[in-house]
């Protein structure tokens, strides 16, 4: 998955009698239109007993909302600023600035820091290789110096896609990293060992599934019979976690680092914008690998392992591009207002419980911008449509999605009022030239939610860009475009 540049995450270990789910995380993003105050962010999670937290950039006015928590925080460098802390007086400076300035009473417990997100992905087509690691280097240089170097590791997150194993022997044991890129994964490697930081790596069982309806389904779960398991070696792999994280253990193996520890940055499952991203398969998905972890049950590779996880995600991030799909904007555990939306056990215990809402969240009105009945103006309609999708998060209306089985009305209505709310529904935004009104009903259609949108403070906002795919028309998503403006053109010849 490519990560937002903006995106927090944070590290959930509810420590449990016994069988507690011991060092399990949760990636928190930020990539909405709409954010909570940094506090009631902070709030919620000492409220759900996370205890540590990962975030993707060094953000100021998230980490006062950290401040003062006693959670543990992973900070990163953007992989915007790897050149620049190539130099090693910047990388000086970002320490000071991002570490230094936190480390006192009352201040941000810092634990990591993250070099960049992803920075090998092979969509970034080389932009990176060449200094990530020379980042890395005087990050822990710059931390040491400054003292910090003992309590603080430096670590670089990475995509499962920078190991395989030869399409002629495609097993975990034959894994071995990207031969692009194998050279900088050894000296990284090596140094990682060397500083005592872990290995982190995203695993997504869900990208398995996604666009590949050949995929066995149970396969992406924990809980399922394949009916072709993967054998390798008298091991048999009944789920493509163990299978991708053992084919990492085998490629560690081969550079002479196999009991590296290993940290999993990223994995969850999103519950919209695809047929296959839904609650039910969601919950499934967590109840499995949480039950999992709790048992300490490890990988075949790495029995009884403890294995660090940070579930993605915390939050559902409205803003967040669209190009691997539009489930990108759904990973959330949580809603975008801090809702929970499944239970989770989060504590081990085998009791799946709601987790704690965020508290003292403060709402817009409750007004809606729909389609006005009475709008004489339909030849419009589709342009509108499109303007307010470019604009705003219309994902929820693809094929098999939660909003999917609206009417032609339906969508037009729900295109207008997402983007009177992302606007703070001023006045102007819910005009259209004249095809929409406001009005004071609720017009959600179950299991469709028509949101009112959470009153920020001290504008938090982030602004819609052309990387969240929603700065002109041309940038709606191919899926919400097709499903939208077909019901539209259908509206507008009736």
């Given at each position: 998955m490519v990560a937002a540049l903006r995106c927090v995450?944070?590290?959930?270990?509810?420590?449990?009698?016994?069988?507690?789910?011991?060092?399990?995380?949760?990636?928190?993003?930020?990539?909405?239109?709409?954010?909570?105050?940094?506090?009631?962010?902070?709030?919620?999670?000492?409220?759900?007993?996370?205890?540590?937290?990962?975030?993707?950039?060094?953000?100021?006015?998230?980490?006062?909302?950290?401040?003062?928590?006693?959670?543990?925080?992973?900070?990163?460098?953007?992989?915007?600023?790897?050149?620049?802390?190539?130099?090693?007086?910047?990388?000086?400076?970002?320490?000071?600035?991002?570490?230094?300035?936190?480390?006192?009473?009352?201040?941000?417990?810092?634990?990591?820091?993250?070099?960049?997100?992803?920075?090998?992905?092979?969509?970034?087509?080389?932009?990176?290789?060449?200094?990530?690691?020379?980042?890395?280097?005087?990050?822990?240089?710059?931390?040491?110096?400054?003292?910090?170097?003992?309590?603080?590791?430096?670590?670089?997150?990475v995509n499962a896609d920078v190991y395989d194993s030869p399409v002629s022997n495609p097993v975990p044991s034959a894994g071995k990293f990207r031969d692009d890129i194998a050279a900088v994964m050894t000296d990284m490697v090596k140094f990682l060992n060397h500083s005592g930081a872990p290995f982190s790596v995203n695993i997504y069982p869900f990208l398995s599934l996604y666009g590949n309806d050949d995929f066995p389904i149970d396969y992406a779960f924990f809980d399922g019979a394949p009916p072709k398991p993967v054998i390798d070696n008298g091991i048999t792999y009944t789920n493509v976690f163990d299978a991708n994280f053992d084919t990492l253990v085998s490629a560690l193996k081969k550079i002479g680092f196999g009991d590296l520890p290993v940290v999993i940055g990223e994995v969850g499952w999103p519950t919209d914008g695809d047929k296959h991203a839904t609650v039910p398969y969601a919950q499934r998905f967590y109840a499995g690998l949480l039950k999992r972890l709790a048992a300490r049950q490890g990988t075949p590779l790495r029995p009884h392992a403890r294995i660090e996880v940070y579930l993605f995600g915390l939050m559902d991030e409205d803003a967040k591009s669209v190009d691997p799909g539009n489930f990108e904007r759904h990973w959330g555990i949580f809603t975008f207002d801090g809702r929970p939306k499944f239970p989770l056990d989060l504590r081990g215990n085998g009791r799946p419980a709601m987790p704690a809402p965020a508290r003292g969240v403060q709402y817009l009105p409750r007004r809606w911008c729909v389609l006005n009945p009475n709008a004489t103006n339909t030849t419009a309609l589709a342009d509108n449509?499109?303007?307010?999708?470019?604009?705003?998060?219309?994902?929820?209306?693809?094929?098999?999605?939660?909003?999917?089985?609206?009417?032609?009305?339906?969508?037009?209505?729900?295109?207008?009022?997402?983007?009177?709310?992302?606007q703070g529904q001023v006045p102007s935004a819910c005009d259209f030239q004249g095809l929409a009104m406001v009005t004071d009903k609720d017009v959600s259609q179950a299991p469709c939610n028509f949101s009112v949108q959470v009153a920020e403070s001290n504008a938090t906002a982030v602004t819609m860009t052309a990387d969240a795919k929603s700065s002109a028309p041309a940038s709606v998503p191919a899926l919400v475009a097709a499903a939208v403006l077909s019901f539209v053109f259908v509206l507008v010849s009736a």
């Open positions: 995450a944070v590290v959930v270990a509810v420590a449990a009698a016994r069988m507690g789910v011991d060092g399990l995380g949760v990636n928190w993003g930020t990539m909405a239109t709409r954010r909570l105050p940094p506090k009631v962010m902070g709030q919620l999670l000492k409220d759900n007993g996370f205890k540590k937290v990962k975030i993707f950039d060094a953000d100021e006015k998230t980490m006062m909302g950290l401040a003062g928590t006693g959670i543990e925080t992973m900070i990163a460098v953007p992989n915007d600023m790897l050149a620049a802390v190539g130099d090693y007086g910047r990388a000086q400076e970002w320490v000071k600035k991002n570490v230094t300035k936190y480390d006192f009473d009352g201040g941000v417990n810092i634990k990591f820091v993250a070099i960049g997100n992803e920075p090998f992905l092979t969509a970034y087509n080389g932009t990176y290789d060449n200094v990530t690691v020379p980042a890395l280097k005087n990050i822990q240089r710059a931390l040491n110096e400054a003292g910090h170097g003992s309590a603080i590791k430096a670590t670089v997150p449509v499109g303007y307010a999708c470019s604009r705003a998060d219309c994902t929820v209306l693809g094929y098999g999605c939660s909003c999917g089985a609206l009417d032609a009305t339906g969508n037009a209505s729900y295109a207008f009022n997402v983007y009177y709310q992302a």
